[in-house]
């Protein structure tokens, strides 16, 4: 996949430039240590033909967050960093986007803390992270990182070895993605999206503790809530759910996703009748802007 040509334009330390002349200094301590924070948002082109971000102001509160989580110096100011966004957008002529804001920090070989962090704001056109069919999904031999040891509820760019390497093993077996459990055996999300799972006309969810609560998880529960579908948080084991009804991931770069099986077990309820399927078609409404018929 090609991410940039020669004309691509992204924002960085204030100013727009080239992708292909952007620097970074190889002494970065964000190079070194995985020390950056992250954001993916998406951009789409709606009904109205418009270019609209979607959850901007979410996303980037989230980046924010995690930046100070970490102790990352932030200085960004929310409209700034949405208008620099919609800016990059335009100079590059797309609209459905993927888009990737970074906070890393300078050249620190020390683990001592930075007084200055750098910025930067990328965009491309990416379809759905987990394609578009049925995912057939393998239970990870890799456990979520545990709590105590990571501000999980921070994106934090270094913590995404541990999804690649789910990954990685999941389709090195002959699937399309991995489950991974937390610590307890309890089961948490995937190595970048959440996961809800249908039994008797409910869905469940993990509760936070182990899990990034993400900004599409948000927007389910919200289309739940719309929807009158019952939705419960708790603690689940693999057992639970591979019993269950049907299973779908979520997140900004998936969107909404279902599961064609988990393992050897193969999900009973056909997709278009699934609740996820109803909640995948509302999602596709609300960030194109699409207009009741």
């Known amino acids: 996949m090609n991410y940039y040509n020669n004309d691509t334009?992204?924002?960085?330390?204030?100013?727009?430039?080239?992708?292909?002349?952007?620097?970074?200094?190889?002494?970065?301590q964000s190079l070194h240590y995985g020390y950056s924070v992250f954001e993916g948002i998406r951009s789409y082109k709606t009904e109205s033909g418009e270019t609209k971000i979607f959850k901007p102001n979410a996303h980037f509160e989230r980046l924010k967050i995690s930046a100070e989580s970490v102790n990352l110096p932030y200085t960004y100011d929310l409209?700034?960093?949405?208008?620099?966004?919609?800016?990059?957008?335009?100079?590059?002529?797309?609209?459905?986007?993927?888009?990737?804001?970074?906070?890393?920090?300078?050249?620190?070989?020390?683990?001592?803390?930075?007084t200055i962090s750098h910025l930067f704001i990328e965009t491309w056109v990416m379809a759905p992270f987990l394609g578009e069919k049925l995912l057939r999904v393998m239970t990870s031999s890799f456990q979520r990182p545990n709590p105590k040891a990571f501000k999980i509820h921070a994106k934090v760019a270094g913590h995404y070895v541990n999804s690649i390497l789910a990954s990685q093993e999941a389709k090195a077996n002959g699937f399309d993605e991995a489950l991974l459990l937390d610590i307890n055996d309890h089961i948490a999300e995937g190595p970048g999206s959440n996961i809800f799972f249908e039994k008797d006309g409910v869905l469940h969810t993990p509760q936070p503790g182990y899990i990034l609560s993400g900004i599409t998880k948000a927007t389910v529960l919200e289309i739940c809530g719309q929807l009158n579908i019952r939705v419960v948080e708790?603690?689940?084991?693999?057992?639970?759910?591979?019993?269950?009804?049907?299973?779908?991931?979520?997140?900004?770069?998936?969107?909404?996703?279902?599961?064609?099986?988990?393992?050897?077990?193969?999900?009973?309820?056909?997709?278009?009748?699934?609740?996820?399927?109803?909640?995948?078609?509302a999602y596709s409404d609300l960030v194109h802007e699409k207009l009741p018929s």
Request: glycine letters at 4%; hydrophobic letters at 40%.
């Open 79 to 114: 409209q700034e960093l949405i208008d620099a966004t919609y800016e990059v957008l335009k100079r590059n002529e797309i609209q459905d986007a993927y888009i990737r804001p970074v906070v890393y920090a300078p050249a620190n070989m020390s683990f001592a803390p930075n």
């Open 234 to 281: 708790g603690e689940y084991t693999i057992d639970q759910l591979k019993a269950a009804d049907s299973v779908f991931y979520c997140g900004t770069a998936a969107e909404v996703i279902g599961w064609e099986s988990l393992d050897d077990t193969v999900y009973p309820i056909s997709w278009p009748d699934a609740l996820g399927s109803k909640i995948q078609k």
């Open 9 to 28: 334009i992204l924002y960085h330390n204030g100013a727009f430039e080239k992708a292909s002349e952007a620097k970074m200094d190889l002494y970065s």
